[in-house]
């Protein structure tokens, strides 16, 4: 419920449907956040939960906090109120704590990425960030949503920002462990 917007902005954060935001954060944690956790460490919570109040004044201001409307945050940041087909969702902007090292040294956000996409099936997307290897991942009951990686950091391979993969590009299904062996290697030993 934290929110950095809500505190300098004096914006309560708190949910319109308070039984949606819960079911919807639950399984958030159930089936992504607690999952990547148990396998790689702890991780930290930069923003989750945002009312549609809080969100509007973030996309209000969107060189200041970056948020996107609360339309495209429905089901998303905005776990309260279904997306325009009738689902649920939630997503929250996170940092794998035990991916740091290995980013800094590498600068090579997929690795982390590709783990996830091998290993943690009920993620919807992912979108990753410049600073600390920072992602949204974001869960949906929609069962049929299109999964994909998308990022503003460019990819260290191809050197591009952009998709990672999503459903119909050539590299989305199969093991992708190539690109991510040498992380969980250095993360068994330390």
């Known amino acids: 419920m934290y929110s950095e917007i809500s505190q300098i902005e004096a914006i309560p ?6 039984d949606l935001a ?13 999952p990547i956790q148990d396998a790689l460490g702890r991780i930290s919570i930069r923003s989750a939960y945002r009312s549609q109040a809080v969100n509007a004044k973030g996309a209000e201001n969107k060189n200041q906090y970056n948020c996107a409307s609360n339309e495209s945050n429905y089901a998303k940041h905005i776990w309260d109120v279904k997306d325009k087909d009738g689902y649920t969702g939630a997503t929250a902007c996170i940092i794998v704590n035990s991916f740091l090292p290995y980013y800094t040294k590498t600068e090579d956000w997929t690795a982390l990425a590709w783990w996830i996409h091998d290993n943690i099936d009920a993620y919807a997307e992912m979108v990753f960030f410049p600073k600390y290897a920072t992602f949204n ?8 949503r299109s999964k ?3 990022s503003y950091v460019k990819n260290p391979h191809t050197g591009k920002a952009g998709y990672l993969t999503k459903q119909g590009m050539d590299n989305f299904e ?4 190539q ?3 040498k992380f969980i290697e250095e993360l068994i030993v330390n």
């Open 13 to 18: 954060n708190i949910p319109d449907d308070v």
């Open 22 to 34: 819960v079911k919807s954060g639950t399984n958030l944690c159930k089936n992504l956040l607690e």
């Open 137 to 144: 991942i974001t869960w949906s009951e929609n069962p049929k």
């Open 148 to 150: 994909w990686i998308y």
């Open 174 to 177: 199969g093991s992708h462990e």
């Open 179 to 181: 690109f991510y062996r």
